[in-house]
């Protein structure tokens, strides 16, 4: 999207906002801090079709070897296998609900999945079609509207109801996805990283809002591309969660982790996993709550 300057930003999809000049934030029963957990099922394709995007060295994996690549494409599928009920489970012990976000391929031919989460009480969100069909501004509007479209309805005839929120496959988006995601009937967008609280986008008359996930902690991104030791990601879990504690007493902050079952649900080190999340109930403070009820609290106190 060309250059668009105006006050703090050169795009046009929400206002500059110092979070030092907005009324403070309340989350219910004085929590300083609202914590969210978003779990990604998402499929990785044998073969993606011609023209798909998806991004280069696709997350957690090595460059593509000859078709097809069974260690990578296996890898990906131990999440739906074993590591989803293993992160389930870990928050059903800490009283986290869980927000999963699932993507078509995986809400049309993983039943059994659907059901599980659903059974268990998971918000589940828009993830796109697969990983390995990003959304980019390689799309018109209309394949992008269609893609979107085709998402929404896939979820609804596995669940039986129309996701409230969207996190696109690798963040992806072009400049025009938060209009469409909002024309499209989706309440909130988690592929912005750059605050520590909810904020409204400009989508037209449509209340459309931003839950921002801390990249600086989503699995892939600390562990399988910049190398962190479970070890210092735990530590990083946890002394984050003690700042927007701190920072929270006195304008509410939002912890949204980003987490994939193939990744942080493997058993050396879902450990590190527990024990920060095990540190921040036992602290208090803490609201866990889904991506719905932080946003839906969030437009309560700013209506």
């Known amino acids: 999207m060309p250059a668009q300057r105006t006050f703090g930003m050169d795009h046009p999809h929400h206002e500059w906002s110092p979070i030092i000049s907005r009324p403070a934030l309340r989350w219910p029963n004085g929590a300083a801090v609202a914590l969210c957990v978003v779990l990604v099922l998402e499929h990785m394709e044998w073969q993606a ?11 957690g994996g090595s460059a593509p ?4 690549d069974y260690a990578r494409l296996s890898h990906r599928e131990y999440g739906h296998r074993v590591g989803i009920f293993r992160l389930l489970d870990l928050l059903d012990k800490h009283g986290i609900p869980a927000t999963i976000a699932m993507d078509a391929m995986t809400a049309e031919n993983y039943p059994y999945l659907v059901q599980h989460c659903i059974s268990r009480g998971c918000e589940i969100i828009g993830h796109g079609i ?3 069909r990003t959304i980019s501004a390689n799309m018109s509007e209309d394949e992008e509207r269609g893609y979107i479209r085709s998402s929404i309805d896939s979820l609804i005839g596995a669940t039986g109801s129309a996701p409230q929120g969207w ?16 024309e499209a009937g989706i309440r909130y ?3 912005w990283a750059n605050d520590e609280q909810p904020y409204p986008m400009t989508t037209g008359d449509t209340p459309f809002f931003a839950l921002p996930l801390l990249y600086e902690l989503d699995d892939v991104a600390s562990m399988a591309q910049r190398k962190v030791t479970v070890a210092d990601y735990q530590r990083r879990l946890t002394e984050s969660f003690d700042t927007l504690l701190e920072d929270g007493a006195s304008n509410g902050r939002v912890m949204a982790l980003n987490w994939h079952p193939w990744m ?13 999340l ?26």
């Open 264 to 276: 942080v649900g493997q058993p050396f080190r879902v450990g590190a996993a527990d024990a920060a």
């Open 189 to 191: 967008v988690c592929d």
């Open 49 to 59: 079709p011609d023209g798909s995007f998806q991004v280069a060295n696709l997350s």
């Open 130 to 132: 697969s990983v390995s």
């Open 167 to 182: 996190f696109g496959p690798e963040y992806g988006e072009s400049d025009r996805t938060p209009q469409l995601l909002a």
């Open 278 to 303: 095990g540190h921040m109930m036992r602290t208090g403070g803490v609201w866990a709550a889904t991506g719905s009820e932080i946003v839906e609290h969030f437009q309560s106190q700013t209506a």
């Open 65 to 68: 070897r000859a078709f097809p």
